[in-house]
């Protein structure tokens, strides 16, 4: 019986940190539009040079970095991780 519990719980524990090391690898943040950023400027936000949030949120995980990406005809843009 704690043969059973011990296993389980060394389980439950691999699968945890499994998890952590699929999220830095940037599975979830690649290749995808971050509007939890807020809007972003064209040639600011994602500006290498100037360190714009864009580019500095998605260079940390994506090789690429990342842009801003419009989202809509009304002229409202994203944040974007390059793929």
């Known amino acids: 019986m704690a043969q059973t519990k011990f296993l389980s719980f060394v389980l439950l524990a691999v699968l945890i940190l499994s998890i952590d090391v699929m999220e830095v690898v940037g599975g979830d943040k690649c290749c ?5 950023l807020g809007e972003c400027i ?8 100037n360190n714009g949030k864009c580019w500095a ?3 940390k995980d994506c ?3 990342g842009f801003c990406e419009q989202i809509d ?9 390059y793929c």
């Open 32 to 36: 995808k539009d971050h509007p939890s």
């Open 42 to 49: 064209p040639g600011v936000d994602d500006d290498p040079e």
């Open 57 to 59: 949120f998605c260079i």
């Open 73 to 81: 005809s009304a002229g409202h843009f994203v944040c974007h991780c």
């Open 63 to 65: 090789v690429k970095g």
